[in-house]
């Protein structure tokens, strides 16, 4: 599966790091290579797995999407999988963890920072 990093942070901060945690039902995750960027993974504590991404290049701008392979051992069950994903620039950071819910008069849909969100269907 591929994650994909949208744009920088505001004010046009370039990306310069992304961390990605993966609950337990996966049952392992390795990041692939991508140009200009080291990569980590350390399997957590008490389950799941905890990627990151290190720039060693020039950082990503503001407004250009970046994509970041990772090859994983899909859960064994059906359902919806989330992903929290930290993405921090120079001055400021996103935490991209907001579940996906209809819009109400206080909340906005899609939710401003959403949560990356797979779904696996059965064989």
Same mark, same amino acid.
């Given at each position: 599966?591929?994650? *994909?990093?949208?744009? !920088?942070?505001? =004010? ?6 992304? *961390?990605?945690?993966?609950?337990? %039902?996966?049952?392992? $995750?390795?990041?692939? %290579?991508?140009?200009?960027?080291? @990569? @980590? $993974? #350390? ?10 991404? /290190?720039?060693?290049? #020039?950082?990503? =701008?503001? !407004? #250009? +999407?970046?994509?970041? =392979?990772?090859? /994983?051992?899909?859960? &064994? ?6 992903? +929290?994903?930290?993405?921090?620039? %120079?001055? +400021? ?8 819910? =209809?819009?109400?008069?206080? +909340?906005? @849909? ?6 990356? *969100? $797979?779904?696996? /269907?059965? &064989?």
């Amino acid at each position: 599966m591929t994650l *994909e990093i949208q744009h !920088g942070c505001l =004010p046009a901060e370039p990306t310069v790091q992304v *961390e990605a945690f993966v609950g337990a %039902p996966w049952r392992a $995750v390795k990041p692939k %290579p991508v140009a200009g960027w080291t @990569s @980590s $993974v #350390t399997k957590q504590a008490k389950g799941g797995w905890h990627i990151t991404w /290190v720039n060693q290049g #020039t950082p990503i =701008p503001f !407004g #250009t +999407s970046t994509f970041f =392979p990772i090859t /994983v051992s899909w859960p &064994k069950k059906p359902g919806t999988y989330g992903m +929290s994903v930290m993405q921090l620039c %120079p001055g +400021s950071s996103y935490y991209w963890n907001d579940k996906y819910a =209809p819009a109400t008069a206080s +909340s906005p @849909s899609p939710p401003l920072t959403p949560r990356a *969100e $797979v779904l696996v /269907v059965a &064989k």
